[in-house]
C-alpha cells in the first residue's frame, strides 16, 4: 500500500504567478485534507473532501486558493496571484473515515514566492 | 474552538533514556481524539500514537505511550529507549470525532537525542 504523494516537492514562482499541487491519497481513503504549514509553526487545516464533496473551508483559503477533488481520487490546489506571504509548506492528508481518525500527510510541497 | 498548547519548544535527552513531551489541550466537544506526529528534517508528518477521549486505557504503540489525564486535560507523549533517529520536531494534535474530524496542532516541540 503506497502511501500519500505530493507533487511537485518544491515550487519556486515569482509574485503573482498561479501555481497548482497535486496530491494522490492512499488509495481507498475517501477523506482528503489540505493543511499549510509555516516555519516554526504546526501545520493548519486549509480545506476537508469526502470523496469529491468539497466539505468544509478554512478562513484562510482566500479567493485566490481553489481546491478540486473531481473523481474522488487526487486533488490539486491551485493558488493565483500568489503573495510572498503564501511561502509554506503545503500539506496533504488522507484517512479511510469510518471509526478510523488518524490522517496520513504526504512529503509536502514547498513552495517559495519570490 | 480546540487549542492545544505544547510549552516545551526543545528538549535535549540522553540516547536510551525515556523523555516526556507535553501537550495540553482545550475543547468543548464531548468526544474527541487526540493524536501525535513526528516531522523529521526531510519535512514529512508521521503518525505514532492515538488516543480516543472515552478510551479507557491508555495508547501504546511499541516504544511511544500517550499518557491521558482527561480531567487535567492533558496527553503528553512518553517514549522509552530514546534511539537517535527519535531526534525530529514533535507535535500534538486534537480533532473532534464528528464532522471534518479536521486536526489543530500544538507548535510543536523540537527533540534532540545525544549519544
Known amino acids: 500500500d503506497t502511501g500519500v504523494s505530493q507533487d511537485p516537492r518544491h515550487k519556486i514562482t515569482k509574485r503573482g504567478q498561479n501555481v497548482t499541487f497535486r496530491c494522490d491519497p492512499i488509495?481507498?481513503?475517501?477523506?482528503l485534507y489540505w493543511y499549510r504549514q509555516t516555519l516554526g509553526q504546526g501545520p493548519e487545516f486549509l480545506t476537508y473532501f469526502q470523496n469529491e464533496a468539497q466539505l468544509e473551508k478554512s478562513r484562510l483559503l482566500s479567493d485566490r486558493f481553489s481546491a478540486e477533488r473531481p473523481k474522488g481520487s487526487f486533488s490539486t490546489l491551485e493558488i493565483q496571484r500568489t503573495e510572498q506571504g503564501d511561502s509554506a509548506m503545503y500539506l496533504c492528508?488522507?484517512?479511510?473515515?469510518?471509526?478510523?481518525?488518524?490522517?496520513?500527510f504526504g512529503p509536502g510541497t514547498r513552495l517559495t514566492v519570490t | 474552538a480546540q487549542k492545544i498548547t505544547q510549552t516545551q519548544p526543545g528538549m535535549f535527552v540522553q540516547e536510551k533514556e525515556a523523555v516526556t513531551l507535553d501537550c495540553t489541550y482545550d475543547?468543548?466537544?464531548?468526544?474527541?481524539?487526540l493524536f501525535w506526529y513526528k516531522q523529521p528534517s526531510s519535512g514529512e508528518m508521521i503518525f505514532l500514537i492515538y488516543q480516543g477521549s472515552y478510551d479507557q486505557q491508555n495508547a501504546t504503540e511499541g516504544r511511544y505511550s500517550l499518557n491521558f489525564q482527561k480531567a487535567r486535560k492533558s496527553a503528553n507523549l512518553v517514549i522509552s529507549a530514546s534511539q537517535l533517529g527519535d531526534s525530529a520536531m514533535y507535535f500534538c494534535a486534537m480533532s473532534p470525532v464528528q464532522g471534518a474530524q479536521k486536526l489543530v496542532f500544538g507548535q510543536g516541540t523540537r527533540l534532540t537525542i545525544n549519544p
Open positions: 492528508a488522507s484517512s479511510p473515515g469510518g471509526t478510523t481518525y488518524e490522517q496520513y
Open positions: 475543547t468543548s466537544d464531548p468526544s474527541y481524539g
Open positions: 488509495s481507498e481513503h475517501n477523506r
